[in-house]
C-alpha cells in the first residue's frame, strides 16, 4: 500500500503557515498585505523562469502549453475552480473577496514545482518522503506569506493540493518506466510558464486563466517520453 506521510506533512504545514498568516492578515494594514502581495508576485515570476529555463526541447514546450491552454479552454478549468471556491466560500459562510483568488494561487505555487512531481514520485515508489518534507518547509513559509495577503482561501488550497499530489503518489508506480530525468523537465518547465502566468496575474499586470493551461503538464510529459527516447 501507498504511503501518503510526506503529502500529509505537507498538508499539515500549509494549514500551520496559513493559520499564522490569518493571525497577522486581521491586524496588518492594508497597504503592507499589498506590499506582500507584490513581493509573493515577483517571487512566483522569479521561480516561474528559473523552472521554465529546465526544458531541454523548446518545441515540446510550445507545443505543450499550447495544446494545455486549448484543452483546458475547452474543459472550463478555470471558471470550474473558481466556481467551486465560489460555493466552498458561500457554503462554509466565510468572508474575504479574495477568497478563490487565495485558493487558486496557493494551489499552484504549491502544486507546480518539480518537488511535488520527484516527491511524489520518491514517496510512491516506496523511499522515504525527504523531498516533500524538504519542499513542506518552504509550503510553510509561503502560506503564511499567502494568508497574510489573501485571507482564508489559503488554508482551504490544502483540498486540491492534497488530491494533486496525493494522486500523483498514488500514480508513481505505474509511472516508473516514463517517469525520466528528461520527462519531469519538461513538466517543470511547463510548470514554469504557469507559475509565470500566475505571477503576471498576482501584479495585476493582466489578468490571464492560469489554471486552463494545468492540462500543458500533460502534454509535457507524454511529448517528452515520445520525443525524448
Known sequence: MVNLLGTLINVA?????????LFFHARLPRRLTTAAFQGIGLFTLFIGFTMAAKTGNLLVLVFSIVLGAI???????????????????????????RFAEGLVAAFLLFCMGSMTVLGAIEEGLGGRPNLLAAKSVLDGFASLALAASLGVGV?????PLF?????????????QAVMSD?????????G??????????????????????????????????????
Do not use: H
Not at 77 to 95: Q, T
Not at 163 to 175: C, D, F, K, N, P
Open 155 to 159: 488554508l482551504f488550497s490544502v483540498i
Open 192 to 229: 514554469g510558464l504557469i507559475l509565470i502566468g500566475l505571477g503576471i496575474t498576482i501584479l495585476e499586470i493582466k489578468q490571464l486563466k492560469v489554471l486552463n493551461l494545468l492540462p500543458a503538464l500533460v502534454f509535457a510529459g507524454v511529448l517528452a517520453a515520445v520525443f525524448g527516447r
Open 163 to 175: 488530491i494533486y499530489q496525493g494522486g500523483l503518489t498514488l500514480l508513481a508506480g505505474s509511472l
Open 13 to 21: 504545514a500549509v494549514m500551520v503557515g496559513s493559520l499564522v498568516g
Open 182 to 190: 528528461k520527462v519531469v523537465n519538461e513538466v517543470s518547465a511547463a
Open 71 to 97: 484543452a483546458g479552454e475547452l474543459l472550463g478549468i478555470d471558471s470550474w475552480l473558481n466556481r467551486f471556491g465560489e460555493r466552498l466560500k458561500a457554503r462554509l459562510k466565510l468572508g474575504g473577496e
